[in-house]
């Protein structure tokens, strides 16, 4: 005869109700993240309308942030150009996102060219001491070749976002199903009292 703790039994009918939710979660999170992968590779330009008015409103949201961040701070101007190239560009996108995905990625680039301009600034104005300024250095040389690239050839832009979108879901969807399997496991698992299936 088994005697079994109430307690016990309680948590453990939690625990599996928990797993249940979460392998159930992650499972319907790696269908949509499936579906994104699946719309991105074939129908790039839909996808890609769709992903240019969110960075939209990303860009919005961060130009606000750094002309918000810049106020009143001594040696702000940088700043303050990338906040207000950053809310244009983030307006144009949200408002004209199919009138030429090129322009798009053509002004993207441009606020990729602004923002490496303040990353080098402010890594020219740090001292050499300060730890972070390698940092700064390399985010604006980096920003500076995306946009760039971007602005030389807004075309690449398409292709490359589409392939980097649906191999970045892909990957998503991939590890949403494992988390929902091993969840699934645990649960069994937790069902059956510890033993293994």
Not at 84 to 101: E, H, N, Y
Request: charged share 15%.
């Amino acid at each position: 005869m088994t005697h079994t703790d109430p307690q016990a039994e309680a948590l453990r009918a939690a625990a599996t109700t928990t797993m249940r939710g979460l392998s159930r979660t992650y499972a319907l999170r790696g269908a949509l993240a499936l579906a994104l992968g699946i719309v991105a590779l074939f129908w790039p330009e839909q996808s890609l309308s769709l992903l240019l008015r969110i960075a939209g409103v990303f860009l919005i949201l961060d130009g606000a942030a750094t002309l918000f961040g810049a106020r009143g701070r001594a040696g702000a101007r940088a700043d303050t150009g990338s906040g207000i190239v950053g809310l244009i560009v983030g307006l144009v996108l949200l408002i004209l996102p199919a009138t030429s995905l090129k322009l798009a990625f053509f002004l993207i680039g441009v606020w990729a060219l602004v923002t490496a301009g303040s990353y080098l600034a402010s890594w020219w104005q740090m001292p050499k001491a300060y730890p972070d300024r390698d940092a700064a250095r390399n985010a604006g040389l980096l920003a500076a070749l995306v946009g760039l690239v971007l602005v030389i050839w807004p075309g690449t832009g398409l292709v490359l976002t589409g392939w980097g979108i649906a191999l970045a879901a892909f990957a998503i969807a991939a590890t949403m199903f494992f988390l929902a399997a091993k969840f699934r496991g645990a649960k069994t698992r937790l069902f059956e009292g510890g033993r293994r299936p």
